[in-house]
């Protein structure tokens, strides 16, 4: 497992901007997949966007396609969430995941978890 820190939540207006980022340390990441989830107040935690380490593909789901891009920064062992076009339903608790293999969507695949970061989107 590897160890992860996210930051970067606040508070946005719709149609802003902000960019989270997820720290990563304890293991070497080079064949890791990385994953941001979220989850809104009485909702289950759900797939946002991941990224292959090494070889940079990206996925992202149908609901945040277009708005949010993914990005690693090898050098400082960092993922970004880079999150566009912010709409009031993107208010959630932010997470990053790591696994030792290729991007899954699903979180039941991910066994390194950060604590979270609250992005909350006014209308």
């Known amino acids: 497992q590897v160890q992860l820190v996210e930051s970067g939540g606040g508070l946005a207006q719709a149609g802003g901007s902000l960019r989270l980022s997820c720290a ?4 070497t990441f080079s064949r890791y997949a990385m994953g941001w989830f979220r989850q809104a107040p009485g909702k289950e935690r759900e797939f ?3 990224i292959n380490w ?6 992202f789901a149908d609901y945040v396609k277009g708005r949010f891009t993914i990005s690693a920064d090898n050098a400082k062992n960092t993922v970004y969430l ?4 912010l709409k009031p339903e993107d208010t959630a608790v932010y997470y990053c995941a790591g696994r030792p293999r290729g991007i899954s969507t699903l979180e039941r695949d991910y066994d ?4 979270g970061t609250q992005v ?3 209308s």
């Open 48 to 50: 946002v966007a991941a």
């Open 120 to 122: 909350t989107v006014s």
């Open 82 to 85: 880079q999150m566009n076009s």
């Open 112 to 115: 390194s978890w950060g604590q």
């Open 54 to 59: 090494s070889g940079g593909s990206t996925y």
């Open 24 to 27: 990563a340390s304890g293991r």
